[in-house]
């Protein structure tokens, strides 16, 4: 088959397919049945926090959805915070050479950032059916591999996606507090698990709440997250 016969039938970018051929991408490899889509993949060569960031905000706003050629994965996130958007942007990029990811606008106050890819049920077989907080959510041996080489992305993307920052009131003195939400109790214990790795207190405010309060601890996060932009 020639390219724009593979593009057709993958849906997949003939410019991306001809870089491919010329210089296949480090992650892939040989065909391999058992692969949802059909290669060989070589999680250790994903870049370990590009990865990281994206598989945060995937847990927290993102689906990976079937299309006749393809799958797409969305991230939803904010439009009032372009700085996270470019972030977001940058890194599914680096999962995807030679791909570019697509920002479409919503009817509400959000965008969606996307890329159509026959590789994303591989690279987060955590997607399925329904609501996360409806099935289990389980990381593969690989995905805490490279979750333990970059922490501080992994949970910098949870709290992009299903996080705040917010400058409280505390008895006349401002303090600095972080909150991740998630309906999920397996995602609130993969956020719980990455902050203890860092050394990072937390506490369970509420049923569906992790909060960081201590001083130390959120001038900590403040090194790798900081205020939303």
């Known amino acids: 088959m020639n390219d724009c016969a593979i593009a057709r039938e993958t849906g997949i970018p003939r410019p991306t397919v001809r870089d491919w051929r010329v210089r296949p991408p480090s992650q892939l490899r040989r065909p391999q049945a058992s692969s949802v889509c059909g290669v060989d993949h070589d999680f250790g060569a994903l870049p370990p926090r590009e990865y990281a960031y994206v598989l945060g905000l995937y847990l927290g706003d993102g689906c990976v959805s079937r299309h006749p050629r393809a799958w797409r994965l969305r991230v939803t996130l904010d439009s009032k915070y372009p700085g996270i958007i470019d972030s977001c942007c940058a890194a599914i990029d680096a999962l995807m050479p030679g ?3 697509s920002v479409g606008r919503q009817p509400t106050s959000c965008v969606q950032v996307s890329l159509y890819s026959k590789h994303w049920p591989c690279l987060f077989p955590q997607h399925g059916p329904g609501r996360k907080h409806h099935r289990r959510i389980a990381l593969e041996p690989w995905q805490e591999v490279l979750v333990k080489k970059a922490p501080e992305d992994f949970v910098r993307g ?9 400058i ?3 008895r006349g003195v ?14 609130l214990n993969l956020f719980t698990a990455a902050l203890d790795l860092l050394g990072i207190p937390w506490t369970r405010s509420t049923q569906y709440v992790v909060s960081i309060y201590r001083k130390a ?6 090194e ?6």
Do not use: M, W
């Open 168 to 170: 409280a009131n505390d």
């Open 99 to 101: 791909q570019r990811a």
């Open 217 to 222: 601890a959120t001038a900590r996060l403040d």
């Open 174 to 187: 401002k303090s600095i507090r972080y909150h991740f939400t998630n309906h999920s109790e397996d995602i």
């Open 158 to 166: 949870l709290i992009h996606s299903d996080g705040c920052r917010v």
């Open 224 to 229: 790798f997250i900081g205020p939303k932009v």
